[in-house]
């Protein structure tokens, strides 16, 4: 994997939700050790990560330039390049799970994309954040804000939301991710 400086562009087209997700998961992920009030943490992250800043919007073009020098890994493409943008925020990724409820108590990166025959091996995509903890549910979408859906809620919330993004961007595989 490796940083393409050809695509390198002046103007950022789309948005910058790898950045501030991931700039977002940072916060609990890289606190939850010291302070259990895991809903606060993501509270002080929100506020951190509300609005697009130019430092996101770079490091998102940066993030956009990415493509692995290796083509036989086709289909591992996905998760080397959520890996390679969790490390750079000092995270790692323990395992790609379906995109449905966790089952355990951690930090979950959800991202949906639009493949593509590319170098990149996608046109577009969009990253949120999910933490489950104990009994409750976290969910930070760059464009909504951090949500609070109950357990019971949590299909038909997720449903909607993976609707949403097909329909408005396209964005047709989702891909979840468990980070530490």
């Known amino acids: 994997m490796f940083f393409n400086p050809e695509h390198l562009t002046p103007d950022l087209w789309g948005g910058a939700c790898s950045a501030i997700a991931l700039g977002f998961a940072t916060t ?107 009994e409750r549910l976290m969910f930070f979408d760059p464009n909504l804000g951090l949500q609070l859906p109950s357990f019971s809620d949590f299909p038909t919330y997720s449903h909607l939301h993976l609707c949403w993004y097909r329909m408005h961007y396209g964005l047709s595989t989702p891909h979840f991710y468990h980070l530490q």
């Open 28 to 134: 609990p992920l890289h606190h939850h050790q010291t302070d259990p009030d895991v809903l606060e943490c993501a509270r002080k992250a929100t506020r951190a990560f509300s609005a697009c800043n130019p430092n996101m919007r770079h490091l998102q073009a940066v993030f956009n330039t990415i493509e692995l020098n290796d083509l036989s890994l086709a289909e591992e493409r996905s998760k080397l390049k959520v890996e390679g943008l969790v490390h750079y925020f000092g995270g790692r990724v323990v395992k790609e799970l379906p995109p449905t409820l966790p089952k355990q108590d951690g930090l979950y990166l959800l991202r949906h994309i639009q493949p593509s025959a590319n170098d990149k091996a996608e046109e577009r995509g969009h990253t949120s954040i999910l933490i489950r903890q104990k």
